[in-house]
């Protein structure tokens, strides 16, 4: 195992508290006076967004773009760029889910970008940044505030898929567990298992380090001292642990990727509506089995600081927050373009153990069996 990974990214400043949000318009000050804030819709039929907008400091001028909802596209992207041009923003600063956080991002990363947003999505390369990133999770589970990924679906193609650049990686990040609050069972366990999973390929992953074992375990025990008791309507340190969890399962896989569940995630999530954290969950276990003649000894790491076998532990989870498998029973179309995708996702790529199609094809047929 390498001493670290090739190349350290991580955020230069992390504010975590209870309340921290309220520090987000002082934190984005020094990046210049024109803002621009990426929220959803929950933000907007709240409080802390008027909050925001009114308290503006100042010599700070704050604009907003709302995500229309669903999975980040490069349409919402054009949008928010345009938004953000048309403003001159200096930084933009992302408070919302994982859709949010990846159109956030990629908003500031690709800012100053010459060509259109579908040419980075095919693979041209991607210039530096100087617009700062400033991101605020409203959930906790895809880690997208601790990473310089962004996920995105070319809704043309029909293409969901990643880019990256080390200057997405946000300049600050702020987390705040009192933003789980109101957040719903079916978003906790969801995003929740997304962080769990994303903990789990990366302490396998062919690039872990010890640097990132290190993130991942403590990631793993962290999310599961707190998902099921916020599912379940607490908040105080439960939520704490979550939140902390999450970042550091971004972290951990910012520095070793992925595996298998997430290079199935992709193109089943976008082809059946399914929400991203609920695809990871349901293909955990199958993966988990399949990567196990070359995971063992890890995976009994794993076993050990969860007191329960994983592949057990992971399918007690999905019962006990109520994760139903949205494949089971359903018909499987695509399923040669299904496999190519998987087979060409640098997250398979880093899976423990290489997957060849007939591989890929006999996890599908479990999970959609009846």
Request: charged content about 15%.
């Amino acid at each position: 195992m390498a001493t670290l990974p090739n190349m350290l990214t991580l955020p230069p400043r992390v504010v975590a508290h209870p309340g921290a949000v309220g520090t987000l318009l002082k934190e984005c000050r020094p990046f210049g006076a024109r803002g621009l804030l990426v929220h959803g819709r929950s933000l907007a039929s709240g409080e802390l967004l008027n909050r925001l907008v009114d308290e503006v400091p100042a010599g700070l001028a704050l604009a907003t773009w709302m995500h229309p909802g669903g999975e980040p596209t490069l349409d919402h992207l054009a949008s928010a760029l345009a938004a953000a041009r048309a403003y001159r923003a200096d930084w933009i600063a992302a408070v919302g889910g994982g859709s949010v956080m990846d159109v956030g991002k990629a908003c500031a990363g690709l800012m100053e970008a010459p060509l259109d947003p579908e040419s980075y999505h095919d693979g041209a390369p991607i210039p530096p940044s100087r617009t700062p990133f400033i991101a605020v999770p409203t959930t906790a589970g895809t880690g997208g505030e601790a990473t310089m990924v962004t996920v995105l679906t070319n809704a043309r193609q029909g293409v969901k898929k990643s880019i990256r650049h080390p200057s997405f990686m946000p300049r600050v990040v702020i987390l705040d567990p009192e933003l789980l609050a109101g957040c719903p069972p079916a978003v906790i366990a969801g995003s929740g298992m997304d962080a769990f999973v994303q903990a789990v390929e990366a302490y396998v992953s062919k690039g872990a380090t010890w640097f990132s074992d290190a993130l991942a375990l403590q990631a793993v025990r962290l999310i599961d001292q707190g998902l099921v008791p916020v599912h379940d309507g607490e908040l105080g340190a439960p939520a704490q642990a979550l939140m902390e969890g999450s970042f550091l399962a971004g972290l951990a896989l910012s520095h070793a990727r992925l595996g298998l569940v997430h290079g199935l995630a992709h193109p089943l999530g976008h082809r059946y509506h399914v929400p991203h954290g609920v695809v990871c969950a349901v293909c955990l276990p199958p993966v988990i089995a399949f990567n196990r003649p070359v995971a063992a000894e890890k995976y009994e790491a794993l076993g050990t600081l969860l007191d329960r076998d994983l592949g057990e532990y992971a399918g007690t989870m999905l019962e006990t927050l109520g994760i139903a498998s949205p494949f089971r029973g359903q018909a499987l179309t695509d399923r040669d373009a299904i496999i190519a995708e998987t087979l060409a996702s640098g997250s398979t790529a880093a899976n423990p153990r290489p997957v060849t199609a007939a591989d890929a094809a006999a996890i599908l047929n479990t999970l959609f069996a009846a």
